[in-house]
T-cell receptor, first 113, second 116 residues
């Protein structure tokens, strides 16, 4: 069974700093997709970034980038120049082909002014 | 396209009552998912549909829970004889599945259920 582990329940950083959120996963599959979702206090989940496992190049979306280490089954999220609006729960998630998404338990991120 | 809509946003019910939630996905999306999220936890999968067919149900979905998507558009999730442990946020999401390139899900804002 696929599992997703986020080992940091909560983190705090100062505004404008860089922060990295960790995620590891377990699967026996070779083709899959990984996601980071953001859930602000308003509770609607928003897709932040996506990575296809067959692509070696790490995905980037503006201030958000990932470090995807397939052999280590690691998928960390780096937020550069953090902003107050980045305060939210962040969920790492995994999907194999067209199956359902499996989420980690989340990391609560606080950006401090 | 107004995204995924869920109704109601909040529901307070007495233990033992039945409740029904509705989800309207993005119109062209053929997949619809239900998740449950308790405070401080990640969403847990409940069930999903492709068009009108219910393809999988989690073991979390006891006999008191039933979901339908009668015409492959909106979906309803009903909980019968609610228990306090059913208190949670119920999230609906939809996606367009085709080929091998999922784009992730689009989530609704959820329905917060409180059983008193």
């Amino acid at each position: 069974a696929q599992t997703v582990t986020q080992s940091q329940p909560e983190m705090s950083v100062q505004e404008a700093e860089t922060v990295t959120l960790s995620c590891t996963y377990d699967t026996s599959e070779n083709n899959y997709y990984l996601f980071w979702y953001k859930q602000p206090p308003s509770r609607q989940m928003i897709l932040v970034i996506r990575q296809e496992a067959y692509k070696q190049q790490n995905a980037t979306e503006n201030r958000f980038s990932v470090n995807f280490q397939k052999a280590a089954k690691s998928f960390s999220l780096k937020i550069s120049d953090s902003q107050l609006g980045d305060t939210a729960m962040y969920f790492c998630a995994f999907i194999h082909r067209d199956d359902k998404i499996i989420f980690g338990k989340g990391t609560r991120l606080h950006i401090l002014p | 396209d107004t995204g995924v809509s869920q109704d109601p946003r909040h529901k307070i019910t007495k233990r033992g009552q039945n409740v029904t939630f509705r989800c309207d996905p993005i119109s062209e999306h053929n997949r619809l998912y239900w998740y449950r999220q308790t405070l401080g936890q990640g969403p847990e999968f409940l069930t999903y549909f492709q068009n009108e067919a219910q393809l999988e149900k989690s073991r979390l979905l006891s006999d008191r829970f039933s979901a339908e998507r009668p015409k492959g558009s909106f979906s309803t999730l009903e909980i019968q004889r609610t228990e306090q442990g059913d208190s949670a946020m119920y999230l609906c999401a939809s996606s367009l599945v085709g080929g091998t390139h999922p784009n992730g899900y689009t989530f609704g804002s959820g329905t917060r259920l409180t059983v008193v």
